[in-house]
């Protein structure tokens, strides 16, 4: 039983614990992410005419990746990429 007890409290930790991971704040470097990156990024994810709209985007403001961030957020992202989007959106690279 006491086995039980002590399993069940581990269990619970990890899944307390990799939730806390989650939602910690990513450390942006500016200098480590361009326009292209998050074209790479997004591409996967975004069907053909709001990547084409991404990539036409670039001229006109400057080739910001938080511009690229900004214009790339959509529903159909994983939270994965929504939160390094987030992320180089509130660096204001």
């Known amino acids: 039983m006491k086995r039980i007890i002590v399993c069940f409290f581990l269990l619970m930790f990890s899944f307390s614990s990799h ?34 709209a991404l990539v ?16 790339a957020m959509d529903d159909s992202l994983p939270d994965v990429i929504k939160r390094i989007l987030q992320a180089l959106i509130v660096a204001d690279c």
């Open 56 to 71: 036409m985007q670039g001229q006109s403001s400057n080739y910001e990746v938080s511009a690229a961030a900004s214009q």
């Open 19 to 52: 939730g806390v991971e989650n939602n910690k704040p990513l450390n942006m470097v500016c200098n480590d992410y361009s326009w292209s990156d998050v074209e790479i990024l997004v591409m996967p994810y975004l069907d053909d005419v709001l990547y084409t």
